[in-house]
């Protein structure tokens, strides 16, 4: 317990990129790409990145979306097409990492650990951009950069995930993942057309982006949580009848040894040859043990779920102020 409070204490740190740095299309073409596909058919979505890497500034300039789950299109033979003709227009067509649609933060699972693996393996600089479309249709921007840790990239490098192998490398949910700051940056004309945007809208549509409706979003990320935190039950119980069964076999693996040890004191007594104790060996097969990396993604995610409780509950105490305040200024000029 006090090794794994140190490793949550002690954030591994990322020396390939400082932040990422998105303009403001790519940013709207992932906004309108996940919500198209959460209102349409509560699919995931998933898009390539494309832009180029600035010393420690990683750059996303443009985005494509993934075809859909079709046997027909070969995807791979596709994201070449892509990325050729945006080339011939003289777009930046270099491969720097991925993004996919999340519903109330649910997104920490063994694919994507696959996938961005595979990703950053090929690609050093590459990330994932993870893009929370009930969140954000409630006012709350949700666009997060991640990368693996070099422990767990280890980790499916060895593609061993046992708990003696997780305690060696000393990876858990703390630190599958970097966090990486990530910045959406306009040109300074898009800036002036925002602003006068903003001018134009009256001052009474305004009041939505303060909508204090938090009930349905706080209990979806408690269901959530709920369903999560069952889940790691079923594992530990899972993990708890191994452990169980192990010591039943050990233990009667010690009784028979020491019985054929008694018989075979018998035997050189009698003059006759001892029996192996290779034969007691053979009757007892190890247990296999289970998987450690599917409790450890579920508590990744009761983690996540925790933080993102924690930040939408302070947003949400900050738009109470300022409504009350406003609601104050209301009723002193009547």
């Keep these: 317990m006090a090794s794994r409070g140190n490793r949550a204490r002690s954030q591994p740190v990322d020396k390939t990129i400082s932040y990422v740095q998105c303009d403001g299309l790519a940013a709207m073409k992932m906004v309108k790409h996940c919500h198209e596909e959460s209102l349409n058919n509560m699919e995931v979505a998933q898009g390539a990145l494309l832009g180029l890497v600035v010393e420690d500034r990683l750059e996303i300039t443009n985005c494509f979306p993934f075809p859909k789950s079709d046997e027909t299109i070969d995807e791979e033979e596709y994201q070449l097409n892509m990325m050729r003709r945006l080339r011939h227009v003289n777009v930046d067509h270099f ?34 951009v993870i893009y929370d479309t009930q969140k954000s249709a409630r006012g709350f921007l949700t666009l997060k950069a991640y990368r693996l840790t070099p422990q767990a990239i280890a980790m499916y490098k060895e593609r061993d995930f046992t708990p003696e192998a997780l ?15 990530i910045v959406i940056k306009n040109s300074a004309l898009c800036n002036i057309m925002m602003t006068e945007l903003t001018e134009m809208v009256p001052e009474e549509e305004g009041t939505h982006f303060l909508d204090l409706g938090t009930a349905s979003v706080l209990e979806n990320h408690l269901r959530c949580m709920m369903d999560r935190v069952d889940e790691l ?24 040894l020491a019985k054929h040890a008694q018989e075979n004191a018998a035997r050189i007594a009698k003059g006759e040859q001892a029996v192996p104790e290779e034969e007691v060996n053979k009757l007892f097969r190890p ?39 406003l609601q104050n200024a209301k009723e002193n000029k009547q």
């Design 95 to 128: 491969h720097v990492g991925w993004y996919q649609s999340a519903d109330v933060g649910n997104f920490l699972s063994n694919t994507l650990l696959e996938s961005q693996y595979h990703y950053q393996t090929s690609i050093e600089e590459s990330v994932v």
């Design 287 to 325: 247990i296999p043990v289970p998987t450690r990396l599917n409790p450890m993604i579920v508590s990744g995610q009761i983690n996540t779920y925790a933080q993102h409780i924690s930040q939408f509950c302070s947003q949400s105490l900050a738009k109470l102020y300022m409504t009350q305040a």
């Design 167 to 181: 305690r060696n490398l000393k990876v858990g949910y703390e630190n599958l993942f970097i966090e990486i700051p």
């Design 233 to 256: 039950n079923h594992e530990a119980t899972k993990f708890n009848k191994y452990q169980q069964a192990a010591i039943r076999q050990e233990q009667e693996k010690h009784r028979m």
